[in-house]
């Protein structure tokens, strides 16, 4: 068995917003999979998609950013994952928008909802995917900069690290991290994409 779990807040008014990038990344990949209709569970929506190989979960935590963390320990729980068979997906304001980086493991680095995670699960040791949607302005609020909307330009730029980021969910998903991390390097570096990973 293996999860994606994407970051968000819940709610039409925080849709189009930076901060919900996670839960974009998980509405594009399980709409390519077959499997139950998606259901709210507890303290999460999720989907379950089985393959001939195996047993697939798409999960969206319902409470706000920075209470992603119970969420996600009902679910782990309740399914019997382990922290190497998630793979979390959320928006990272140290990177540029554009770029993305998947990691097996780290701190937090800041962001409230990998915070939350971390405190719940007791481990820093499950896979993360950070989209980049930096940089930000010395100025600016964070907060007000992170529940904002992207302009045209910007959503353009997106087109194709949201595609190679869902790239990546599908080949963890089916074949592991090694490959995830392999397709994320490849379709971000091919010539014309929107996005290299660093």
């Known amino acids: ?7 968000g807040n819940p709610g039409k008014r925080y849709r189009k ?6 839960f974009r990344v998980v509405d594009m ?18 989907k379950t998609s089985d393959s001939a190989q195996d047993r697939f979960f798409f999960v969206k935590p319902l409470a706000f950013m ?17 922290s190497g068979e998630l793979l979390v997906v959320c928006d990272d304001i140290y990177l540029a928008l554009g770029k993305a980086r998947l990691r097996r493991k780290g701190s937090s680095g800041g962001h409230k909802g990998l915070e ?20 930000v302005d010395g100025d600016a ?12 330009d910007e959503e353009n730029t997106l087109e194709g690290v ?27 570096t091919v010539p014309g994409k929107k996005g290299v990973i660093d």
């Not at 068995?1 to 970051?7: E, S």
């Not at 990949?29 to 999720?46: C, K, L, N």
């Not at 609020?141 to 045209?152: G, I």
């Open 1 to 7: 068995m293996r999860a994606v779990i994407g970051l």
């Open 17 to 22: 917003t930076r901060h919900n990038l996670g």
């Open 29 to 46: 990949v399980q709409s390519g999979f077959d499997g139950v209709v998606g259901e709210v569970r507890g303290m999460y929506w999720a």
């Open 66 to 82: 920075n209470r992603s963390g119970p969420a996600v320990r009902e679910f782990v729980e309740e399914h019997g994952l382990v």
């Open 116 to 135: 939350s995670i971390i405190e719940s699960l007791g481990t820093k040791e499950f896979p993360r995917l950070r989209i980049g949607i930096g940089p």
């Open 141 to 152: 609020d964070l907060v007000e900069f992170v529940l904002s909307e992207f302009t045209d």
């Open 162 to 188: 949201l595609g190679a980021a869902s790239g990546s969910v599908v080949a963890f998903l089916e074949k592991g991290l090694d490959t995830a991390v392999d397709r994320l390097n490849e379709s971000l």
